[in-house]
């Protein structure tokens, strides 16, 4: 068996969510490869190389891949992908974006957003935000999926495979990258924070997102929000935790002003420890919730803060 | 220019599911059912495009048994001009949805594609990238703004980071992230009209395409319950249980 993976990164430095899923695949078993695209991303590799379990790097470094358009990745990697049995990315916005493309070239399905692996052909995965868990098994040639970080450990580093520059451009020429605007934060990133805290609509505006910085500071922890507070625009979208945002699992998770709706739920709920804070004694947070208090949020916080 | 806009019938969002004892999957017998939410937002904003004078026409096109032209009918109150059923009892995988929408893109010859970006049921996130790969067409996923100019069409993107903008040459295909907008409801006179418009049916399997799957579901189960916690009366109890008894801090 040889498996694919591509790798996680924005051109400087490798994403943790690459290492999640390098220990994913050393559960199927086989000669890992990791590819990495981008441009002037020389150093990124050479990071990719230390991971342990991996055997290979492969370098793609050309001006096309700068931005990991999907029309132009999918198909390197599907032009790449068809000498492998698995091919595996992180479920991350860009993972989501360019995979399905590799598999439809490829003419076989993808399983989205594993969090077991049973087998080499056999794995597990939540539907129905997370209300259901489906075990899937796959007859084609080619394995294709996309793992959820949360769900696995980082494989640890200290190896130092070969990196091998593969040349050529793969341009498909029918899209072009504009502009970015990334959310700066010098926070640890969401997805890879021991402590999460996120605020809901009991917050009531963005300013008072800041009661939660002192907390954050002192835990070392990430912010999130609900959807409700992302729509009422309280704070930016890639912040939210949920179904539709971010799939968390912290070893703690601090619920604020959060009511516990079920798309919430899914994002949240494989967190080790969950605390709420919510004035409604009846919210299905509580139910839960490992630790729940019921009082309000704009007495406690600051005394959390203190107390910490 | 045309817009083709695919829609899918799912459980209603507020339904909390039960997963069946047999655990052959998810039970859904007299289970409210309704339009994806994604699908809304992907119908909403092709009818905006056409109320802005971009688009002439919008086509939905849904597959699945006779029911789903419920939701077809919805999507024609909510502003489509006309529908396609593709009719089938089976359970299609993203794949083969991808492969009848790209036969339903070569009829139509749309200059643009909305969808949701994925279905809260099987909550693959796949069917738009795999259309736009099959069709050779640029694919601007999780929008949260479209905008069309000189040819091409503007999506800006919801990542993880932040926002990223591309421009796609048409035809495009875009898939809808939760903010690009916010539906609206289907008024009682739309809804009366909506079941004069054109509603064409043909058979799933009548455009060549292979329907059966290669990924089989061995079981569907219901995720590990949490301990039932507790509740704690003050700040300085739970700084202490998650000191001392958690130690997570």
Redesign the interface.
């Known amino acids: 068996m040889a498996i694919l993976i591509i790798a996680e990164h924005?051109n400087q430095s490798l994403k943790s969510e690459t290492h999640k899923v390098v220990q994913a695949a050393t559960a199927i078993g086989g000669e890992i490869t990791l590819l990495v695209a981008g441009a002037n991303c020389q150093a990124v590799a050479d990071e990719a190389a230390t991971i342990a379990g991996v055997n290979k790097v492969l370098l793609a470094d050309n001006a096309v891949y700068q931005?990991q358009?999907?029309?132009n990745v999918?198909k390197l990697v599907a032009e790449l992908g068809a000498d492998y049995s698995h091919i595996l990315a992180a479920a991350?916005?860009?993972g989501?974006?360019?995979?399905?493309?590799?598999?439809?070239?490829l003419?076989?399905?993808?399983?989205?957003?594993v969090i077991a692996i049973e087998s080499a052909d056999?794995f597990v995965r939540?539907?129905?935000?997370?209300?259901?868990?489906?075990?899937?098994?796959?007859?084609?040639r080619i394995k294709v999926l996309t793992v959820r970080p949360a769900a696995f450990r980082a494989a640890p580093t200290g190896n130092s495979a070969p990196v091998e520059a593969i040349t050529g451009a793969h341009d498909?020429?029918?899209?072009?990258?504009?502009?970015?605007?990334?959310?700066k934060s010098e926070r640890p990133e969401l997805?890879a924070a021991r402590?999460v805290i996120s605020g809901g609509r009991g917050m009531q505006n963005g300013e008072n997102f800041a009661l939660l910085n002192g907390i954050a500071d002192k835990?070392g922890a990430a912010i999130g929000a609900s959807?409700a507070a992302?729509?009422a625009g309280f704070v930016?979208?890639?912040m939210q935790v949920g179904?539709?945002g971010?799939i968390v699992a912290p070893?703690?998770y601090i619920a604020v002003g959060i009511s516990g709706a079920?798309?919430h739920l899914a994002g949240m709920?494989d967190s080790?420890?969950?605390?709420a804070i919510n004035k409604d004694?009846e919210a299905p947070i509580?139910?839960?919730?490992?630790?729940?208090?019921?009082a309000d949020l704009f007495s406690?916080l600051p005394?959390?803060e203190q107390?910490? | 220019m045309k817009i083709l806009v695919p829609v899918k019938r799912v459980i209603d969002y507020n339904v909390k599911v039960r997963v069946k004892a047999d655990q052959s999957g998810v039970d859904l017998a007299n289970v409210k059912m309704a339009l994806n939410p994604f699908c809304e937002i992907a119908v909403e904003e092709a009818v905006r495009l056409k109320e802005a004078g971009v688009a002439t026409e919008v086509v939905v096109v849904s597959i699945g048994p006779a029911a789903v032209q419920e939701q077809l009918r919805t999507a024609l109150a909510l502003g489509a001009d006309r529908a396609l059923h593709l009719e089938t009892e089976l359970n299609l995988d993203s794949l083969q949805v991808a492969k009848l929408l790209a036969n339903v893109v070569a009829d139509e010859q749309p200059s643009l594609v909305i969808l949701g970006k994925q279905a809260i049921d099987s909550d693959n996130n796949q069917t738009g990238q795999m259309l736009a790969a099959l069709t050779g067409m640029g694919q601007g996923t999780f929008a949260s703004k479209v905008a069309l100019a000189d040819g091409k069409v503007q999506v800006t993107r919801e990542i993880d980071g932040g926002l990223q903008t591309v421009a796609l040459t048409l035809p495009a295909v875009v898939s809808t992230d939760l903010r690009l907008n916010e539906p609206r409801y289907a008024s009682l006179p739309n809804i009366m009209k909506a079941k004069k418009k054109p509603l064409d049916v043909k058979a799933a399997d009548s455009y060549g395409v292979s329907l059966s799957s290669n990924v089989k579901v061995l079981k569907v189960s219901t995720p590990a319950t949490r301990q039932g916690g507790i509740k704690v009366e003050s700040v300085a109890e739970l700084v202490d249980k998650l000191k001392h008894e958690a130690k997570v801090i």
Not at chain 1, 96 to 105: D, E, T, W
Not at chain 1, 107 to 113: L, M
Not at chain 1, 173 to 182: A, D, K, N, P, Q
Request: cysteine-free.
């Open positions: 924005n931005h358009l999907a029309e999918a991350t916005t860009t989501k974006n360019f995979l399905p493309r590799v598999a439809a070239m003419d076989v399905a993808q399983i989205s957003d056999t939540p539907i129905y935000a997370g209300n259901a868990i489906a075990t899937v098994q796959s007859a084609d498909a020429g029918v899209s072009t990258f504009i502009s970015e605007e990334l959310t997805t402590v835990l959807r992302v729509d930016p979208n890639d179904q539709t971010k070893e703690l079920i798309q709920k080790k420890v969950i605390v004694a509580f139910q839960i919730a490992d630790y729940g208090l019921v406690v005394e959390l107390q910490l």
